[in-house]
């Protein structure tokens, strides 16, 4: 009994991050996307990726220490990397590649 309750109580907890994180990321995306259109010319392409990258960082290293947070870091990477991979390929593939 007492283990279906920790698994309700999880599964709501991962319902409630799974809406929070598409709410943060358009909130983020759209911060980004503002600093990029107002930044002073000449526009340095991913100046405000990297930005954002590095306070996410700082953030985790502050938050779990140096050791910890790096790890968390990397690991916040790769999770995210790997769950939003279909989803790039099929942006991609609508738009077609990248000009570099």
Do not use: C
Not at 80 to 97: C, H, Y
């Amino acid at each position: 009994m007492m283990n279906d309750n920790l698994n309700k109580e999880f599964d709501r907890i991962t319902d409630l991050g799974k809406a929070r994180s598409d709410e943060y990321t358009e909130r983020l995306l759209a911060f980004v996307q503002d600093m990029e259109a107002s930044s002073p010319e000449p526009f340095i392409p991913l100046l405000a990726d990297i930005a954002l990258v590095r306070a996410l960082i700082v953030h985790l290293v502050i938050r779990y220490g140096p050791e910890r947070g790096l790890v968390e870091a990397r690991d916040a990477f790769n999770t995210t990397f790997d769950q939003m991979r279909s989803i790039l390929e099929n942006m991609e593939r609508a738009k077609g590649p990248i000009p570099y």
